[in-house]
T-cell receptor, first 114, second 115 residues
């Protein structure tokens, strides 16, 4: 069964608009962390934002925020005021407390249009 | 830019050969994990080393093996290469003790092509 689901294979967004990238997850572990990474064409995975399962507040990092809805098991990434440099693949990942590996979604290819 | 460096950046090998990929982790990080990312897919966990011991392994055959050295740098070895081993191999380092969750910082990857 898929543990991380990203339903948007690709998205086109106009520059300066906000964009939401969807991520749903499945786990029975009460303690887990959710991560978002950006992967430009160069290949390097760039850490964007982290949300712990016990965190009461939604995580924010600059233009990135995570819309964490625990009951719905969703952890959507919101990018405000998109820029051309935001064009990349975006991956949602999860690490369960009982298992150290990062489990990844299939990714969303985001293209920002000028 | 993270402090994780991988070498080489690109590599072409012939089916049946052996390959060693290297990773220098970020200063102070004691955990290294390796991932295989096939074209158009998300990464798949290969294994993780914590203080020189393997403490987690994904669904990869024994011909994928690794090492972590006292300075926490790491190697990934793949024997008897197959065409399907062609992928981007990512190394990630983090500062973690057992039971804690911490973000992982990745290197730029090694792109392996098996012909």
């Amino acid at each position: 069964a898929q543990k991380i689901t990203q339903t948007q294979p690709g998205m086109f967004v106009q520059e300066k608009e906000a964009v939401t990238l969807d991520c749903t997850y499945d786990t029975s572990d009460p303690s887990y962390g959710l991560f978002w990474y950006k992967q430009p064409s160069s290949g390097e995975m760039i850490f964007l934002i982290y949300q712990g399962s016990y965190d009461q507040q939604n995580a924010t990092e600059g233009r990135y925020s995570l819309n964490f809805q625990k009951a719905r098991k969703s952890a959507n990434l919101v990018i405000s005021a998109s820029q051309l440099g935001d064009s990349a693949m975006y991956f949602c990942a999860m690490r369960e407390d009982s298992n150290y590996q990062l489990i990844w979604g299939a990714g969303t290819k985001l293209i920002i249009k000028p | 830019e993270t402090g994780v460096t991988q070498s080489p950046t690109h590599l072409i090998k012939t089916r049946g050969q052996q390959v060693t990929l290297r990773c220098s982790s970020q200063s102070g990080h004691n955990t290294v994990s390796w991932y295989q990312q096939a074209l158009g897919q998300g990464p798949q966990f290969i294994f993780q080393y914590y203080r020189e011991e393997e403490n987690g392994r994904g669904n990869f055959p024994p011909r994928f093996s690794g090492l972590q050295f006292p300075n926490y740098s790491s190697e990934l070895n793949v024997n008897a290469l197959e065409l399907d081993d062609s992928a981007l191999y990512l190394c990630a380092s983090s500062l973690a003790d057992l039971g804690t969750l911490a973000e992982a910082f990745f290197g730029q990857g090694t792109r392996l092509t098996v012909v």
